[in-house]
């Protein structure tokens, strides 16, 4: 049979798909390379939102800062330096020396000094100071989003567009405990947070990040879905092998970055080798959230390429998708209620942080029934019963 030109139609063999147009397989890939894209900087913004702006991660990373040794080794050095550049000990030990023994002045405060930094060490350790340090660090944060949404806040002002955290009564009360009788600066603990030519764009990339994460995280789904439904019948199974693959990468990504990343930052920040592994530390602990997320992206990209290989064309795909057959046929309700059981088992373990919010559980667990639904339908049309012959009439 031929068409009006006398060209005989393609013909595609049974089992196979017809291959893409030219202009649809540009379509589809390209979908697929813009959510990889958008994948990538969505997994960005939501550490930022996360680790940043949410209050309950802020308060626990620092409360796993201050249980560092590194850390809390350099925190304390910190405070006693603040301490002494707003204070001059030499002069408050000299006057407390008897006349001929005030040539011992610098010495003593030397000595003092490195008293003074164990003190501050062992203080920071202890259980009741690490529990008020997280209480604090709750107020000054909730503090500080306020302020990024345009507020003023006790202890956190706007002075010519200026945010500046005001904690001269912790030097003070540092140095009444040390027996430092002199009166500390009134600027000694006072932190310039932003400048004024930083306040307006932290405003307004705080603004961004908040209303966007959510967006962006659902156009990623988005695309993936718009791509794998363009491919058409025959070929959405290799589009969602490849945007499983997509996922893996970015994931990946993220570990790979989390790690060079670091080492870049914090070598670049931070010119002393005695404080780098502080620093390092630190990194660890503010990524272990971007850390999660790369690990979230593998598992995902792992669920969609078993979901690809599930629908393919293997023996033992044909094997399992048989075998399920007469139960998507008669117990339909049971197989999903197998399938819901076992994702609550996953969130109830909670590997990621991902796994803990209420948005990302809603989303996956209807991709999950979703595509769940999508093999039932396929296992169906394979595996029809096979329709009872009537007998000829005699």
């Known amino acids: 049979m031929s068409n009006a030109a006398g060209v005989p139609p393609a013909v595609v063999p049974r089992g196979e798909a017809a291959p893409l147009s030219k202009r649809r397989a540009i379509a589809v890939w390209s979908l697929v390379a813009l959510a990889t894209l958008i994948t990538f900087l969505s997994a960005l913004t939501l550490w930022v939102k996360r680790q940043a702006l949410d209050t309950n ?78 209480q604090v660090n709750r107020r000054v944060h909730k503090n500080l989003i306020a302020v990024l949404e345009g507020k003023n806040v006790r202890r956190f002002h706007t002075e010519n567009g200026t945010v500046v955290l005001d904690l001269s009564p912790l030097v003070q009360r540092l140095a009444q405990r040390l ?17 004024s030519h930083q306040l307006d764009a932290a405003q307004t990339g705080f603004k961004v990040i908040k209303a966007l994460t959510v967006f962006i995280a659902l156009l990623v789904v988005v695309l993936y879905g718009l791509a794998i439904y363009l491919a058409g019948p025959g070929h959405r199974r290799r589009i969602l092998r490849a945007s499983a693959i997509s996922l893996l990468f970015v994931g990946l990504l993220m570990l790979i970055f989390r790690r060079l990343a670091g080492n870049w930052i914090v070598d670049s920040l931070v010119k002393s080798d005695v404080d780098r592994p502080a620093g390092h530390a630190v990194w660890a602990i503010e990524t272990e959230l971007l850390r999660d997320i790369g690990i979230a992206l593998l598992a995902y990209g792992v669920v969609g390429l078993f979901a690809a290989w599930l629908a393919g064309p293997t023996r033992w795909a044909i094997s399992v998708r048989r075998w399920l057959a007469p139960r998507f046929r008669e117990q339909p309700l049971l197989v999903f209620s197998a399938v819901a059981f076992l994702y609550l088992l996953v969130l109830l373990w909670g590997p990621t942080a991902s796994s803990r919010q209420l948005l990302g559980i809603l989303v996956l667990g209807a991709l999950i029934m979703f595509g769940v639904e999508m093999l039932r339908r396929q296992t169906l049309r394979e595996f029809a019963p096979a329709k009872p012959i009537s007998p000829r009439p005699a």
């Open 179 to 195: 027996g430092i009788q002199e009166k500390v600066k009134p600027n000694a603990g006072k932190i310039t947070l932003l400048k």
């Open 57 to 134: 991660a802020w308060v626990d990373a620092s409360g796993q800062m201050l249980k560092n040794d590194d850390i809390r080794s350099a925190l304390s050095i910190a405070l006693v330096n603040a301490l002494y550049n707003n204070v001059d000990v030499t002069a408050q030990v000299q006057r407390a020396l008897p006349p001929k023994q005030q040539g011992l002045a610098p010495v003593v405060a030397g000595a003092l000094r490195d008293f003074s930094e164990r003190a501050a060490n062992r203080l920071l350790a202890s259980p009741r100071v690490q529990g008020r340090w997280e």
